[in-house]
């Protein structure tokens, strides 16, 4: 095989891998939308699409992984594209537990929507706009290999564990005079805690568009520099 033909077959399965992720991505968008969709709207059958198409997400993160596997044997490539290959599957995985978390809510939304209109609901708004962001300025990043973006998610997830942590105890107040509402408020609790962690795995792939555009590993890079200022590192 000559090396002109080695280096088209190449391309295409780099072209191939990043669509996948692409389609990965807003698929795993598609559901979250649609899961707080069905909680805000009490649309029940808007939960169970979430539920039944999160198997589509499982299927590409295996397809992913096996895309990024099958270029590391046949071209061994090396420096960006190599970094390109690793990222795909790493940001697969983190882009699969989002979708989980998606069908977590519409799963919490399905049984509220069961029961009588919560008006509590409506406080997992924000939370969910902050981290929607979050999500798509980490898909930009990675997209476009934008180091700044990236870089930048970690001190803007502070602002959603702060209102995460000021709903929860909205919600953990309320449940104290809850008339009967103490089942769904304990499901918006954990809805809040999906929503949380959706906002922490957006920052994990802006980490790595950083290691994409600069192959620099900025993991735990606060508790590193908390330690060299003598303070306690904090999660």
Known sequence: MNQQHIFRDFDKAIEALKGEVLTMAGLTRQNLERAMRSLLERDIDLA??????????DDLERQIDQSGIDILVRFHPVA????LVITSMKMAHNLERISDHAVNIAKRSKKICKSTMVEDASLTEPLYSLADKLLRDALMAYTDANVTLGEG??????????LHKQMIASLSARLEDSNGRSENLLHLIFVARSIE???DLAVNIGEDAVFLGEARDIRHEHRRNSAEEGESPVS
């Open 80 to 83: 960006s594209d190599l970094r």
């Open 48 to 57: 169970r699409s979430v539920i039944a198409d999160d198997a589509d997400v």
């Open 153 to 162: 998610l970690k001190v803007r997830d502070k602002e959603l564990d702060q």
């Open 197 to 199: 962690r959706i906002g």
